[in-house]
């Protein structure tokens, strides 16, 4: 380690841990057809065992994501399996997510339906959720809502707020003092003429009305193309109401593209303003990071770490940026040095130096390269190649 740069590179990268998305490892696709993958997970014991191999790679990922329905079908009663798959694969369950978008009962919303009925159906789903959450020991109930409508004139959307602000008040009465509700926003998909929460002022707003333990959750994929994402960042910061954040890239929509594979430079300016807050404030926000892709195309193990590296790379260049000197150059507003000071950063390459961190902690220097020399791959390749197909046969 020689200079100051180097040093806040190590703290930055031994600060940053990310979630991984348990559906990430399994076969998934888009609704115009899923491209199966033989060694992808299928199991819940396979995608902590995928997780645990991407967090013995990155020393970044101690943590999985789960959802509901799909990794503990039984509710409650699955809570002791998960956490054996903890204790054999070292991973600990993290954020928990209820699912209120895929069974027929929600085709008109869940939370916003207007039957009280299937409202009630969907605050039992995700109070059960909370108690999940509480027996594993996980802090966040991670919400996102599918909810919304496809033409105009067919719902009313007022009602449907109240409706959303009673039921999250309802799930907020349910948190233990150490819980969070993370309300995630999206402008659009699957609803295609309003979505329910669709900007991050609607997540605020039902964040504040639901009680002090909720905040708002960014998918750096949910977004209109112009938006300035980092702004909302700071605004969030600035309130003190950002939960975390989902990572993804996107071209035109919810693309759950690689980190970084489109705009690195905006993923950057939003570390930017997280690094410079809690600079600024020495308040280090509780900001909760995950992955949330799961690859129709890219081989899944392989795109989780790529997606993980990716993350620690741009962390930690947002980490050197010069505070000092950029405060005073916005000071005196000295456009081109302090756009400069604020590029040198971006441009700086921190690639030697989280060499150097993985060495000092016994992690493999280019963990794709030890991913594809472990025979990981080829040893689940053959071991869930039957269980795969069976999928395409139950899927096709
Ligand atoms: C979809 C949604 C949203 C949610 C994720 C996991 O768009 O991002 O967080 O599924 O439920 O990507
Ligand atoms: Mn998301
Ligand atoms: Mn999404």
Redesign the pocket.
Known sequence: MTNKKDALIHSALDTLKIEL?S?GFANTGTRFGKFLQPAAAVTLEDKFSDAGQVNALTGACPELAL?VLWDLPGGVSDVQQVKTFAKKYGIQPGSI?P?VFQDQQYKFGSVGNPDPSIRKCAVDHIVECVAIAQELNCRDI?L?F?DGSNYPGTQSIRHRIASFEEVLKTIHAALNPRQRLLI?Y?PF?PAFYHTDVADWGMALLLARSAGPQAYVLV?T??HYQAQNIEQIVAWLLHHRMIGGF?FNDRKYA?D?LTLGSIDPYQVFRIFHEIHNFAWETNDFATVAYMV?QSHNLKPKMEAMIQTVCTAQELFAKAAIVDHDRLASLQRTCSLVEAEECFRDAFWYDVRPILREWRRNHGLPEEPMLAFRESGYLERMTSERRSRNLETVSTYA
């Open positions: 998305p559906w959802h997510n699912n991670s996102w599918a995630e999206k998909e998918d994929g949910h989902h919810d759950d949330d």
